[in-house]
């Protein structure tokens, strides 16, 4: 069993910049992906980022293409989202996830069994 905790979140003004860290226990961390969500208040739970096991490959959400960067360190158990230009509407509290095993798609919520509690991200303008 995978547990999560996120830090790094705060307020920043708009254009910005935040670094999210994600924590992982438990041995078998380093062969599963991990994603990032938000959810914004009165909002859904959206796809953000997603990195495979290795770390070889990246996907985002095209909101944040060219903005957010995720990363992995697979000898810490650890998680980044480097998150660069914030906007007001960048406004949530973000998760991470580590994807089920045999998944097929990254971007549902279903393709995750274990989460963190979040860390909230507030960008003013």
């Known amino acids: 069993q995978v547990q999560l905790v996120e830090s790094g979140g705060g307020l920043v003004q708009a254009g910005g910049s935040l670094r999210l860290s994600c924590a992982a226990s438990g041995r078998t961390f380093s062969i599963h992906g991990m994603g990032w969500f938000r959810q914004a208040p009165g909002k859904e739970r959206e796809f953000v980022a997603h990195i495979t096991w290795s770390g070889g490959m990246t996907s985002y959400a095209d909101s944040v293409k060219g903005r957010f960067t995720i990363s992995r360190d697979n000898a810490k158990n650890a998680v980044y989202l480097q998150m660069n230009s914030l906007k007001p509407e960048d406004t949530a509290v973000y998760y991470c996830?580590?994807?089920?095993?045999?998944?097929?798609?990254?971007?549902?919520?279903?393709?995750?069994?274990?989460w963190g509690p979040g860390t909230q991200v507030t960008v003013s303008s």
């Open positions: 996830a580590k994807r089920r095993t045999g998944s097929y798609y990254y971007y549902r919520l279903q393709d995750y069994d274990s």
